[in-house]
C-alpha cells in the first residue's frame, strides 16, 4: 500500500496532485512494483547550491523496468513530474505561488510545493567496461565514469573531473569544460520516450552547445555508451590530474556549474563572448534572490 501523506494534506500542498501521486503508487503496488520514495521532499537538501522547495513526492527506481513503468503511471494519472540526476545545474524553484515575488524572497521564512513530483536516476548507478566502451546507467556520476576509465586506462573522459554532474543530466545538456564536450566521447544513448525504449547513434542526439535533442523531445535518458580510447594507466592518470588542476582556477564554494550560454560574437571566427564578463560589466555579479546568487 502506499503511505502517501497518511496524515493528511500539508499546508501549502496542492490536494488534487496528492490524489493522483496516490493513484499512482496504488496502481504500481497493485502490479507488484514497489519504488523507493520520500513524501513532502525537501529539494534544498539535494540542491549542489542548497535552494528549492518541497516536492510532494520524491521516487528513486533503481532499474529501468521501475523507472519507465513509473513515467508511465504519472503519465496516465497527469502528475506533472521532472527528471533529476544529481541535481546540479538546475535552478530549482523555491516556490511556484505569486507571495515568493523578488521583494520578499529574502525574507521568507516559509517553502512553498512544487506543483509536481521529482523522479531521481541517482539510484541506477551500474557502469560496464567494454573494450574501449564504457556503457554507464544515468545516474552515474561524473567522477565514477572518470575514475572507471581511468582504471582501464582510457581516456576522453577526464575533462569532467571536478564537474558535479550525473552521466544523464551531463548528456542531456551536453556539458563541456576545457574546449571539450560530453558529445565528443559518446557512441550512443539510450533513452525513453512514448512508451518505448530506443537507441539513438551520437547524430541522432542532434548535440550542439548545451543543447540536445533531449532537450526538445522529452525523452528521458538511461543510459549512455562511451566511446573511449586506450592510452594506459599512468596517462589516464595524468591526464585527469591536468583537469583537476585546471579546476582549481575556479572560485571555490557552492555552485550550479556553467548555466549561462556564451554569445556567439559579431565577427565571424572570433570566440564566443563570456557570459560571465557580461554580467559583470552589466553590473549584475553577486546579485541574490532567495537562495542563488
Known amino acids: ?3 502517501f501523506f497518511d496524515d493528511g494534506t500539508t499546508k501549502g500542498e496542492d490536494k488534487e496532485t496528492k490524489e493522483r501521486i496516490f493513484r499512482v ?3 504500481l503496488a497493485k502490479r507488484g512494483i514497489f519504488i523507493p520514495r520520500s513524501f513532502s521532499f525537501d529539494l534544498s537538501a539535494v540542491s549542489s547550491i542548497g535552494i528549492g522547495g518541497i516536492a510532494p513526492a520524491a521516487f528513486f527506481p533503481d532499474t529501468l523496468a521501475s523507472l519507465t513503468e513509473l513515467i508511465g503511471g504519472l503519465k496516465r494519472f497527469r502528475v506533472p513530474y521532472a527528471v533529476l540526476g544529481s541535481a546540479a545545474n538546475v535552478l530549482i524553484p523555491d516556490d511556484l505561488s505569486e507571495k515568493n515575488s523578488a521583494e520578499d524572497a529574502d525574507t521568507a521564512t516559509e517553502k512553498g510545493f512544487l506543483p ?4 531521481f536516476t541517482k539510484n541506477l548507478a551500474s557502469l560496464a567496461v567494454d573494450g574501449e566502451n564504457i556503457f554507464a546507467f544515468a545516474g552515474v556520476k561524473g567522477r565514477d565514469l572518470v575514475t572507471t576509465a581511468t582504471a582501464a586506462g582510457l581516456t576522453g573522459a577526464e575533462f569532467l573531473t571536478g564537474i558535479p554532474c550525473s552521466v544523464g543530466g551531463a548528456t542531456y545538456m ?11 566521447a559518446i557512441e550512443s544513448v ?3 520516450g512514448t512508451g518505448e525504449m530506443r537507441v539513438r547513434s551520437v547524430s541522432e542526439c542532434a548535440f550542439g552547445y548545451k543543447d540536445s535533442v533531449f532537450m526538445k ?8 555508451t562511451f566511446r573511449l580510447k586506450r592510452a594506459g594507466v599512468s596517462l589516464a592518470e595524468a591526464n585527469v590530474k591536468i583537469a583537476a588542476e585546471a579546476r582549481k582556477k575556479l572560485p571555490a564554494g557552492k555552485s550550479l556549474g556553467c548555466i549561462f550560454k556564451n554569445p556567439l560574437p559579431q565577427t565571424a571566427g572570433d570566440r564566443r563572448i563570456s557570459a560571465g564578463l557580461l554580467i559583470e560589466k552589466a553590473g549584475w555579479k553577486g546579485k541574490r534572490e532567495g537562495g542563488a546568487k
Do not use: P, T
Open 217 to 224: 523531445n522529452g525523452e528521458i535518458i538511461l543510459g549512455v
Open 1 to 3: 500500500m502506499c503511505d
Open 25 to 27: 503508487c496504488a496502481d
Open 190 to 192: 539510450l533513452s525513453y
Open 116 to 119: 509536481g513530483v521529482i523522479v
Open 174 to 184: 551536453n556539458a563541456g569544460a576545457n574546449g571539450r564536450h560530453v558529445s565528443d
